[in-house]
């Protein structure tokens, strides 16, 4: 079992920055690939972004490309989020995943382990 635990959410006025990180259990957090999802009541999970193990590559979805940026420091065992210039659409609840199979990043039923989410509210 891994465990996923994010933080960094939280109230922000539109326009702002936000940094969310996702600390991991285990060893072998370097094995696995990361990624953030986001979810708002009554609407589909969404891809948010995503990295591989040795961070050679970075995946992001379509409604927050060029504004956020995926990391991994495997040192810390730690992935992050730095969310600019925030909108009101991007209010939802982030949840950080994992997955050591070699299965596409862009879907949720790819990853194995799973946060409990951090809430992050966008204000106009």
């Known amino acids: 079992q891994v465990q996923l635990v994010e933080s960094g959410g939280g109230l922000v006025q539109a326009g702002g920055s936000l940094r969310l990180s996702c600390a991991a259990s285990g060893r072998t957090f370097s094995s696995y690939r990361m990624g953030w999802f986001r979810q708002v009541p009554g609407k589909e999970r969404e891809f948010v972004a995503a990295?591989?193990?040795?961070?050679?590559?970075?995946f992001y979805g379509g409604s927050v490309k060029g504004r956020f940026t995926i990391s991994r420091d495997n040192a810390k065992n730690t992935v992050y989020l730095q969310m600019n210039s925030l909108e009101p659409e991007d209010t939802a609840v982030y949840a950080c995943a994992a997955t050591n199979r070699p299965e596409s990043v862009y879907y949720r039923g790819s990853y194995d382990y799973w946060g409990q989410g951090t809430q992050v509210t966008v204000s106009s």
């Open positions: 990295v591989i193990w040795n961070s050679a590559r970075t």
